[in-house]
Nanobody, 117 residues
Framework: QVQLVESGGGLVQPGGSLRLSCAAS????????MGWYRQAPGKERELVAT???????IYADSVKGRLTISRDNVKNTVYLQMNSLKPDDTAVYYC???????????WGQGTQVTVSS
């Protein structure tokens, strides 16, 4: 019902910035939560940030003040502005979409972010 396409990943030096985008298409419900998870090699997938269709946000402590999630409800797109990037931010970033109440959960294919000099 919902397809997610991420973009914006790449290679950046420590201290640099990237902006990830995730466009949702298909059957979009008015009440939903979109967000970002990430998974580094050999580690478990972890929450980065989420944003409700009403605007409420949740951030992992490790990214507060550096990463900002936002969304455009007209375009059905969620963004992750990443500033002051660190090598520990290196991971595959996955876009997520879930309905409210949570009856369906969707994942994108992921986009690689590498922070290295």
């Amino acid at each position: 019902q919902v397809q997610l396409v991420e973009s914006g990943g790449g290679l950046v030096q420590p201290g640099g910035s990237l902006r990830l985008s995730c466009a949702a298409s298909g059957i979009i419900f008015s009440f939903n939560v979109m967000g970002w998870y990430r998974q580094a090699p050999g580690k478990e997938r972890e929450l980065v940030a989420t944003i409700h269709s009403g605007g409420t946000t949740i951030y992992a402590d490790s990214v507060k003040g550096r990463l900002t999630i936002s969304r455009d409800n007209v375009k059905n797109t969620v963004y992750l502005q990443m500033n002051s990037l660190k090598p520990d931010d290196t991971a595959v970033y996955y876009c997520t979409f879930r309905t409210i109440p949570t009856t369906s959960y969707y994942w994108g294919q992921g986009t690689q972010v590498t922070v290295s000099s």
